[in-house]
């Protein structure tokens, strides 16, 4: 007959098989603090673009001046009554936000040095989503927050009746930053026929003949920028040469159109406002065996929210 093993073996026993476990253990249980850390600043970042768009949906899109967009001193988180430039960290200290003391990311030429002033309203929405991000810190030179409104029509656009109604962007806001260059339409184009399709005496739509014309196809007189942007760090991923928002026109039609003509044909005229949100993640542990599989990458967060005041009281020719 066997002998059992003595309590001093079955001890080792138990000290060999932790000493072989533990490292797996630990590296689970520090796996989960940084899953848990990257949703809880995925989340935190989800509601500051929430509200940013409850201030933006309560607020007029078209109490802007024209061409402020592409001044550098409205590119920033300035008080309302102007000339700050700052903007409050997390224990509530005031933080130097001068992303104009370097453009070498912008496109060279468009952006332009003018006065300051209180917000407008992509600058207000913007700054809004800034000011709600404790106790995360934005990073005026490595992120952004991008803000589009659009406009859109609910038309039988190819004349089939109440089987055709579809619901189509009819412009996109700010006019001037609002497309790249492999973009098949212009956004004010709501027929798609390189007509300027909204009248002129429309209130929403005297900003798109800024130049004269209308933008039509690819590489036509495009900005290469799309949205407001508070920086002008993210490029877009399908088109590094453009800078802002990472949805197309065309994407934004897809998300508004329902399952059905029925169901559009039940969708009112209306606008919506876009509030993108990129931010750069770090890992909370620092450790070498997860910075190793990646750190420092680019988080994007969206919402949309129907803004009333971009309503469309124009028709298609």
């Known amino acids: 007959m066997l002998a059992a093993p003595s309590p001093a073996l079955r001890r080792g026993q138990s000290l060999v098989e932790i000493t072989l476990v533990m490292p797996i253990l630990l590296i689970m249980l520090l796996g989960l603090i940084e899953i848990g850390w990257l949703a809880n ?15 933006g949906a309560t607020v007029d899109p078209l109490q802007w001046n024209n061409g402020e967009e592409a001044n550098l001193e409205h590119m920033d988180c ?8 700052t903007y409050r960290d997390a224990q509530g200290n005031p933080r130097a936000y001068l992303p104009v003391q370097d453009t070498s990311h912008l496109p060279t030429g468009y952006f332009v040095d003018g006065a300051d002033g209180p917000y407008g309203y992509y600058d207000g929405v913007a700054c809004a989503a800034v000011r709600n991000m404790d106790p995360l810190i934005f990073d005026p030179s490595n992120d952004d927050v991008v803000v ?32 790249c260059d ?28 800024y130049d ?14 799309r949205g407001y942007v508070l920086t002008g760090h993210h490029r877009v991923s399908d088109n590094t040469n ?27 005229n209306n606008g919506v406002l876009l509030v993108e ?11 070498p065996w997860f910075t190793t599989i990646g750190d420092n990458f680019e988080i994007h967060v969206w919402s949309l929210f129907p803004v009333s005041a971009a309503e469309p009281t124009a028709t298609p020719n």
């Not at 339409?185 to 739509?205: I, K, M, Q, S, T």
């Not at 949100?277 to 450790?287: A, C, G, N, T």
């Open 182 to 209: 492999d973009e098949p339409y212009d956004p004010f184009d709501v027929n798609r026929n390189g007509a300027l399709d909204a009248r002129e005496d429309d209130p929403l739509y005297p900003w798109k003949l």
């Open 212 to 225: 004269g014309s209308l933008e039509i196809g690819p590489g036509d007189n495009s900005e290469n920028i």
């Open 148 to 179: 589009s409104v659009f406009s859109y029509l609910v038309e039988d656009f190819d004349g089939n009746g109440p089987q055709g109604f579809t619901i189509r962007v009819s412009g996109r806001f700010p006019p001037r930053q609002n497309e």
């Open 277 to 287: 949100m990129f931010w750069h993640h770090r890992q909370l542990l620092q450790l």
């Open 242 to 268: 453009c800078i802002g928002s990472e949805f197309s026109t065309a994407e934004i039609e897809a998300r508004l159109n329902g399952a059905s003509a029925l169901e559009n044909s039940n969708t009112p």
């Open 41 to 55: 600043n995925f989340l935190i970042l989800l509601d500051v673009t929430r509200e940013a768009g409850r201030f």
């Open 78 to 85: 300035n008080e309302f009554d102007g000339g700050s430039n």
